[in-house]
């Protein structure tokens, strides 16, 4: 009885086929049934002897109520008699469930208007979002300023070690190689007007004017900024948030503030090292390239290389610094969902951050130009 | 508005969900001091967000929740008067389990570190985790965190605790002596408890006053002692809810 699925034999009943089925029907028999069904001569009804069958697997049955009801689709029928009573009950087990197709989600269409009403929409949260966090964040700092002890001072250290020094092999070798880069690229051109000497004042501005702030807070967004909004995330959606709120914990004084301000001392302090390690890598280039001696770069860095330019790059890194830590914690507050709520949180954070990071430096640049710091 | 005398959570017409949805509707009862007292319903009906919104983490459409000795707890400050514990019991996951009971008595007692480390020894000891203070939440079974969970709930020493889901996920023998737990802080303590769940053996076994919470409803289905309502509700639905051996299902072979 619960042997190999077959079909014992085939009888013509008046206008109806009957198939007497044997067996036991799973779901890797239906396509063999299917086109035995299929090939019978139309019209008439089929009808499916069940006597024979020793187990009919649930999701064969369902099958077969849906072949039924194509076939009424289409003005045939398929019908069934008999059977013992387990197959029987797995087919009333299913009889009267809904067609599957009309459970289907609608098409979503949507035009232009109303992807643009959406984004539009999508927007104005964002910003009512970006408003909170902000407005959380400063009572969070007056509160702060008024009764220091609440915050979380002894958290600062491990989140300064985790942003800072564990990301301080990566940035030193990554503003190294493009010291190195900027020496050997700017040579190229200089060389052809007998004018080598300025590599050194080329490497050494680019360096704390523009590139060593920025790379370091790429490097501190991929790596910080991720890394906080997933640890925040996957706080919120474990419930520990709201734990902490319940034991009389603001959350922006015991996880958002620390973190900005680990972010806002570490960046600048990355920037010194990478200033000073990509002039070194432009410096290496420049004596193995182009014959230059050292002291004579250093001079060359010495007299072009004002104390406002390192500023200009400090101040840059302080504002990139906090932006990172504050748009991280902001993503990672408004984790919603599981595992993959955070993914999002995550990537969203790296972006938002890139994006930014790119917008200030133009905003600042133009400051700095329009009121002459460091120009 | 004062809550009533002998009453620990007052809660009046109450609504809660969102503008254009609401989930429940001008919800109205209280919890005696000193009693258990459950917020019971299928999947869905809303017993989550209601346990939200009496501790304060969301704001309600209308009506408010009073808690004695807090008032408002929405707007409640300072030391907190009231314990929860989380459905995924909200331990923070990077701090050990000392560390975890050790941060709330940091911030809002003056007591010396040995004189804490005596308090969540204690405390620990209290749950059944005496010797488990120096583990990860992640090193500890489920059972345990939940336990864990309750341990720093209680840490404040607060009159009222709430508890969501505190069974959830455990198997029979870990639930029952959960249950235990909770029966014995009851007692020992004289702790009101506020506990979601939809544990019939827990109810069974804990619960002294209850409110049946329904979707179709948007509101409470039926108040009273579980055990008095599993047989005398003239509701269907009710028994059905508390005797779910009786509804007839489909014999599958």
Known sequence: ?375 | MKVEPGVAVQVVGLSVGWSQEPLLVDLSFEVRRGSIFAILGGSGSGKSTLFRHLIGLEAPLTGRVEIAGVGDPLQARGRPRFGVLFQSSGLLGSWTLGANLELPLRRWTALEPEEREAVVCARLGQVGLCGYQNHLPAELSGGMRKRGGIARALVLDPELVFLDEPGAGLDPVTAAQLDDLILTLNRNLGLTVVLVTHELASIERLVEDCILLDREEKGILARGDPRQLRVESPDPRVRAFFQPETLSTPAVP
């Open chain 1, 1 to 375: 009885m619960e042997g190999v699925f077959r079909i014992a034999c085939r009888e013509s009943q008046g206008e109806a086929e009957v198939l007497f089925l044997e067996g036991r029907l799973g779901l890797e028999d239906l396509p063999w049934l299917r086109r035995e069904l299929g090939g019978l001569p139309p019209p008439g009804d089929r009808v499916l002897d069940l006597g024979g069958l020793g187990v009919l697997e649930a999701g064969a049955a369902a099958v077969l109520l849906r072949w039924q009801a194509e076939a009424a689709a289409a003005g045939r029928r398929l019908l069934w008699r008999g059977g013992p009573p387990p197959v029987r009950g797995i087919l009333d087990l299913h009889e009267g469930l809904p067609d599957p197709r009309a459970l289907r989600p609608a098409p979503c269409r949507r035009g232009m208007l109303d992807t643009l009403g959406r984004a539009t929409l999508q927007l104005v949260r964002d910003c009512g979002e970006i408003l909170a966090f902000t407005g959380a964040l400063t009572r969070a700092v007056l509160r702060t300023l008024r009764r220091p002890s609440e915050m979380q001072w002894r958290g600062i250290g491990g989140l300064v070690n985790r942003a800072g020094m564990d990301a301080l092999p990566i940035v030193l070798l990554i503003n190294f190689l493009i010291g190195m880069i900027m020496s050997f690229q700017s040579a190229v051109q200089l060389l052809k007007f007998g004018a080598t000497v300025y590599v050194a004042d080329i490497v050494s501005l680019s360096m704390a004017r523009e590139l060593g702030p920025f790379m370091v807070a790429v490097i501190v967004a991929g790596r910080s900024g991720a890394g906080f909004a997933a640890e925040l995330g996957t706080m919120k959606v474990q419930e520990e948030i709201d734990a902490l709120r319940t034991l009389g914990f603001d959350p922006y004084t015991f996880l958002v503030l620390p973190r900005i301000l680990a972010l806002a001392f570490v960046v600048p302090l990355l920037t010194v090292l990478a200033v000073a390690v990509g002039t070194l890598g432009g410096m290496v280039t420049a004596v193995a390239r182009l014959d230059m001696a050292p002291a004579a770069w250093w001079n060359e860095v010495h007299s072009t290389m004002s104390g406002w330019d390192l500023c200009g790059g400090l101040i840059k890194a302080l504002v990139f610094g906090a932006t990172i830590g504050s748009v991280a914690c902001m993503r990672g507050l408004a984790t919603r969902g599981g595992a993959e709520g955070v993914g999002r949180s995550t990537t969203s954070t790296v972006v938002t951050i890139l994006f930014l990071l790119v917008l200030l430096d133009a905003v600042i640049t133009a400051l700095f130009f329009q009121f002459e710091i460091g120009m």
